[in-house]
């Protein structure tokens, strides 16, 4: 019989990195058998493979775990910038027999500027190793490049062991132990992320209804928190001034409610508003949790034309954004020493957009032409 996740637990991304090679997919693999109660190389339990992206499920005492790792460094970086790939914490690999390299402060940095602030690091590979001073200056070394790429490394959990010999079933302090510490290091230095009923309210506007005797509905998905009749919210975006008003009803399904919220369609009638005050494009939040914005810096990607995209570069001077229900035009300021935004290679560049758009750090948007989506980016600053 399948076994069946308590889905009490709080849930939790773990995504690996780490040079090819290094032992990434041994350590998932290693991970599920363990906490299986079994031992062997043949495929583990909660094992899943999708277009290049391994991952596995796991469960321990107190939470349940989605864990993946990509195949290769670009599919990381695009899956990130995209959402494909939602992190909360980083398990970064590294093979004690070879070292850290060059690939690995990439992708450090690029997880700490996207928002992931937490990692915990297994040091592979320990049964090639006979000294244990090597292990200490490769702990070392790693503390260092974490405190280097933003992360705070000398309370970052450092474990050396072997997955293989966890895997084949070993009880020496590298083998299972290892593996056993490392899940008691996922428990308690990775946070479960925030439940987003618990986070300001924010709904974008869908659509917008005038009906005769009631007023002005508001429509949308409601993407987190909660709203209540008789509370106050802001209207932000397409206009430079940021509404405030009152909220006097809330329908779902044509029927009136007290409240909604996150993942719910509701429709929403507000005190004090016109029609012209009110459109496609803007959204409804809790008063101060959002500000308009024309500028920010965003990581980019554009696909490549195997994935749909694009057979030459893009013009950045003609750019339209698609964030949450509505496009917007704008243009993207290229760094220094790149002269075009080409398909397939992510870039850090600076974009505005024509009118003022309600956004946050960490918010996603797509790059559009001529009506489909070719590329994908996530905010990193608003200015």
């Not at 050396?160 to 299972?176: F, H, P, R, V």
């Not at 490392?182 to 992320?193: G, N, W």
Request: proline share 5%.
């Amino acid at each position: 019989m399948m076994r069946q996740f308590d889905s009490s637990n709080p849930h939790v991304n773990l995504g690996s990195i780490g040079m090819t090679g290094h032992g990434k997919r041994t350590l998932m693999a290693a991970v599920a058998w363990v906490l299986s109660g079994q031992s062997g190389v043949a495929t583990p339990p909660g094992w899943r493979v999708l277009e290049r992206v391994d991952y596995v499920e796991y469960e321990t005492a107190t939470r349940y775990y989605c864990h993946l790792m990509a195949t290769d460094g670009r599919r990381y970086m695009t899956g990130l910038i995209s959402g494909t790939y939602l992190i909360d914490g980083l398990v970064l690999v590294v093979s004690l027999a070879d070292g850290l390299s060059a690939r690995t402060r990439d992708e450090l940095r690029f997880a700490r500027e996207l928002g992931v602030s937490r990692v915990v690091v297994f040091l592979n590979k320990a049964d090639l190793v006979d000294d244990a001073e090597v292990i200490h200056r490769a702990e070392a070394d790693v503390r260092d490049l974490l405190t280097e790429c933003g992360y705070a490394g000398v309370d970052v959990p450092v474990i050396a062991g072997s997955a293989l010999m966890a895997l084949e079933g070993d009880q020496s302090e590298i083998g299972e132990p290892a593996i056993r510490r490392l899940l008691e290091a996922f428990d308690t230095s990775i946070p479960a992320p925030m439940p987003d009923v618990e986070r300001p309210f924010l709904m974008p506007i869908e659509d917008v209804f005038v009906v005769t005797g009631r007023g002005v509905i508001l429509s949308g998905r409601v993407e987190r928190g909660v709203l209540r009749v008789g509370d106050m919210v802001d209207v932000v975006g397409r206009r430079d001034v940021v509404k405030s008003t009152r909220v006097a009803s809330i329908e779902k399904f044509r029927q009136s409610h007290r409240s909604t919220q996150m993942s719910e369609y509701a429709g929403v009638i507000l005190a004090d508003v016109d029609r012209a005050d009110v459109e496609r494009g803007q959204v409804l939040c809790a008063p101060g949790s959002m500000q308009p914005h024309t500028t920010f810096e965003a990581y980019v990607y554009l696909l490549a034309e195997a994935e749909g995209g694009l057979t030459e570069p893009y013009d950045c001077d003609a750019a339209t954004f698609y964030f949450r229900t509505s496009d917007f035009g704008g243009r993207v300021e290229l760094p220094a020493r790149v002269d075009v935004l080409r398909p397939a290679e992510p870039l850090r560049v600076m974009c505005t957009v024509r009118v003022p758009v309600a956004m946050e750090p960490g918010l996603r948007f797509g790059i559009r032409r001529d009506g489909r989506t070719i590329g994908a980016g996530i905010v990193l600053r608003v200015v």
